[in-house]
Structure formats: structure tokens, C-alpha cells
């Protein structure tokens, strides 16, 4: 389609949107000039995003719906019409050649991620005898590539690319030049620390010049979710694939394992690459999967936690804090906390509290408890035997959990009570991100050295 027909479409539509608006404006007090200057910036900025007009147009649209009654009853009485233009615009050969162009980038970065992860085996680099190697360098292997992306989709300055380079390369440097002993506890820590500030930096280039304001988090936040949806539903097909894959060799008597060592490595790679594309190019339109199982998740999560809680005061048993169990123990409480997270993304600001705002402060109060039943565990453990690189490590990010859960419950309950906004709960859990970051710096730097890099 010609940008002048895609003008021309786009007008036709917004006039739509502006007789609607017209024609209620004797229900609610509202200023459409107002309301169709920010309908047009939402539709230009998703334009530039690499959307096609009728997407941008929904999208927008969508995203006035959050704003605006007035908006959420148009896109609601609208959708259907709405949907099925973009469904026939996306299956139609008309492709725009942005699109064209963001899909073959993401294409050829997802083929460089997999050939990365092979190519220290050309170096005699192999996983067999140099686990510890791959295990600190997973995350270089796809989120350079990853950031990248975002950088030319963004279209980020000079100086911010130079300042994303140079911390990329300030981290290969920390997971390589230390003198770790193999498989010892600092390496470990190293490993899963440096995806998490990695990570961070993944969303400055996702955000691009509003990292700063709480909408921009809110979208990486809400992209992340979405990357883990689609990268999870990739990995069952991958799955899927490798099953067939050996059966049909087996059936020939054939050896599929040098097949799969090739294949499961570089497609977990390319995965994130090709996920993230699929995420932008359909960013808000097919942005309904991760609430649905966050609602669905959230009073999961919740019972697990009253009932661990209710079983470990029954038993009178304590928590086991060796390296496995800490571990454990900290990712379910990573997990509550990434329901939370993208529940308020994807919660309508405007709207009152409902039941679903309740289990959620249930849900945290919950993790609460259980967090502070590990630091208590924690500290026991410490007087006891003393300091070791896990348990320090362990004590600081449950420290943190806590004051992140415990400052987030008090603010969603001011909220459930009608004495403080959403917003100051969004605000709260976005610019706590960079806690987490500046802890992971923190793990990766000096914990080697602090501990004697065993």
C-alpha cells in the first residue's frame, strides 16, 4: 500500500473515531481536540515503532482506552471491524518495507546469536571440559545482539550506543579475567547475577530516550512478560521438533545426538531474537496471553505460600539454606514478584480496586512473610558458621525483596483504601529496577575478589 492510500485510510479512520466522539460529547465532558492530538502522537510514536497504519491505529486506540471512558467505548464497539482490518493487512503480500526490513534484522541477529554460541568450539572451547566458560558468557552469546536490535530500532544516539558498548565490554571483561575456582560459589553467583544488569541495560535500548519516565519501564516490563510467553511457547515447539527429529533418525538407526547438540544450543539462542521480534511486531494488539495467566497464577502462588507458611509452623521445621534451596526459595520469590510486576502493567490505572487488587496485596503479604522467614534462616545461619560468598549473597537480595515487597504492600493497601493512587505503586516498583541492578554490579565485581574467587 502507498503511503498516500495509507494516509488516506488512516484519516478515514480517525475521522470515524472523531464523529464518535462528537456524538457522545453530550455524555461526557471531554475536549476532542485534545484527545485527538494525543490519538496522533500514540499513532505517529507506533509508526516509528514499525508498526503498519491499521495497527497503530488499534493499538492507539487500545491505549486511549485506558485514558478515556469515552475511547475504551469506541475500541470496544469498534474491535471486531478493527481486528479484522488488521488480520487482512497482515496476511495480505502488501507488507511495508519497514517491516520487511525489521524482520530480516531480527532474522540475521537470531542467526548470528546461534552461530555465537557454537563458535567457541572452532577456539577448542567446549562444553564438556569448560562449563564454568559458558555458564559466565551465556548471556554475551544474546543480549549484545538483542540490544543491538533495540538500538537500531530506536535509533539511539551516538553516545548512548558508545555507553552501552562500553558496559557490555566492562562485563566480559569481570566474567573472564577473574580467577574463579571451577564450579565454586563466586562463579555461580557471577553467572546469575550478570544476566539480571544485562538484562537492565536491554531495556535502556528498549525504551529508548524515556528510561527514565515510568511509562517506558512499564513497557519493558510489559515486553518482558510478553518475550517470556513467546520464547516459552518456541521452546515446546523446539521441543516438539527435537522429539520428531530423533525418532526419524532413530528409525533409520542413526545417531541423533551431534544433530541435537548443534540444534538445541543455537535454537534457545536464536529463539530470543526471533521472540522479541514477534513481540514488537505485534506489541499491544496480542498483548492479552501473560494478564490472563498472571490472574491465573496469582491465587496459585498465593495458596503455595500459605500453605508452605502454615506447614513450617505446624512442623516447627526451619528453611534449608544450602546453595540449591537458596536458590529455589529466591526464584519463587522472583516469580511473585513478576507477577506483581506485570499485573500493574497491565492493570488500567484509572480504574478502582477491585477483587483482584486484594489477592494481589494477599499475594505479597504472603511472599512477605515467607521472605522473612528466610532472612531469619539466613542470619541464623551466619552466626553460626560465618560469612560465605551464597550466604551474604542470599541475605542481600532477600534484604532487598523484602523492602521492595514491603513498601509495595503499604502503597497498594493506601490504594485499596482509597488514600493514595495506582501510580505511586507503579512509580515504587519501576525505579526500584535499578536496586536490582546496581545489586548485581555489586555480585559481579566484588564478590570474586571479596571471597577469594572460590
Known sequence: MSSAAQSSSLEEQIDKWRSYVRRRQAIHSIDVAELEDHLREQIAGLGKAGLTTDEAFLVAVKRMGALDALSREFAREHSERLWK??????????????????????????????LLVKLPVLFGIDVDHNEGFYIRNLSFFVLPLLTGYFVWKRRLATDAVRWLATVFVAAIMFANVYPFVAQGHTEALTALHLPIALWLLVGIAYAGGRWRQVAGR??????????????????????????????????????SAPFVKWIVPCGAAGAVLVASWLVEAKQSVIENMAPVLTRLFTPLFAALLFTFLGTMLWTGRGIDISREALIAFDLLLVVVLGLLLYSVSARDSQSPPGTFDVMQVVLVISALLADAAALWAIAARISEFGFSPNRVAALGENLILLVNLGWAAVLYSRFLRGRGSFASVERWLTNYLRVYFVWAVIVVIFFPPLFRYI
Open 85 to 114: 482490518q488488521l488480520v487482512v493487512s497482515a496476511s495480505s503480500d502488501q507488507i511495508s518495507p519497514e517491516a520487511r526490513t525489521d524482520g530480516f534484522i531480527a532474522f540475521a541477529l537470531a542467526v548470528a546469536a546461534a
Open 218 to 255: 512499564m513497557d519493558f516490563i510489559r515486553f518482558s512478560g510478553e518475550l517470556f510467553i513467546y520464547y516459552v511457547l518456541i521452546a515446546l515447539g523446539g521441543l516438539v521438533f527435537v522429539a520428531f527429529l530423533g525418532m526419524l533418525f532413530k528409525a533409520i538407526e542413526i545417531d
